[in-house]
Structure formats: C-alpha cells, structure tokens
C-alpha cells in the first residue's frame, strides 16, 4: 500500500546543491520514522538523515559526515520529505533512497525500515 517516490538526483560539480524530494503515498502510521539512505558502489548502504517522530515530538538526525551540509525536511501535510543538499563533495556520489517505517524512534538502521523507493542517482564530479 506505501509508495515512495523520489526525485531530483543529477551531477553537479563539487560545492554544487541539489534538492531531492520524496513523494509519499498510502503512509497512515500515527507513529513513524522516514530517511534518507545513500549507497555507493561496493559500500553498505548509510543512513544520511532521519525524522522520526512518536506522537510526542519530532526529532531529526544526520550523519556526521553531512551534517551543516544538508537539511531534512518534511511537509506534514502530504508528508513529501526533502533533502537539500548544499556544498557537495564527489564522496557523496551514490544512490539516495527514501525511506519509512512503523517505529517512531528509527534512526540510521536500514533494518528499520519497511519501504523503500527505487532511488535516484547523485553524481558529484572532481
């Protein structure tokens, strides 16, 4: 019943932006936890950036490597979740996946996690 769908992956130049965006449809948790995943050739897939919440509040988290460089965000709306993207290096060429699960305290796992989207390619060049 859940989709995701993400968008906006591309190649820029290093120090470049880019903005990836999540659309969500059939997610009816009262408690949730939505990502951003990345994996690069070889590597294991990494948990980039999170927003879970629990009915008590909203906690956000990011990978060290990426943190004062990227902002999640989410409209609660419709629940579409956004990834901007600012000051790029080539060690952050992967595919960028979105995530969601049940767990409202879900963070960096993987495992955590019940759907996924297909992704969407970022290439970061020099």
């Known amino acids: 019943q859940v989709q995701l769908r993400e968008s906006g992956g591309g190649s820029v130049q290093a120090g470049g932006s880019l903005k990836l965006s999540c659309a969500v449809f059939?997610?009816?948790?009262?408690?949730?936890?939505m990502g951003w995943f990345r994996q690069a050739p070889g590597k294991e897939r990494e948990g980039v950036a999170w927003?879970?919440?629990?009915?008590?509040?909203?906690?956000?988290g990011y990978v060290d490597s990426v943190k004062g460089r990227f902002t999640i965000s989410q409209d609660y709306d419709n629940l579409t979740l956004y990834l901007h993207m600012n000051g790029l290096k080539p060690e952050d060429t992967a595919i960028y996946y979105c995530?969601?699960?049940?767990?409202?305290?879900?963070?960096?796992?993987?495992?955590?996690?019940?759907?996924w989207g297909q992704g969407t390619q970022v290439t970061v060049s020099s």
């Open positions: 995530a969601a699960g049940s767990s409202g305290h879900a963070g960096p796992r993987p495992a955590e996690y019940r759907h």
């Open positions: 059939g997610l009816t948790y009262s408690t949730y936890s």
């Open positions: 927003i879970t919440t629990d009915g008590k509040g909203v906690f956000l």
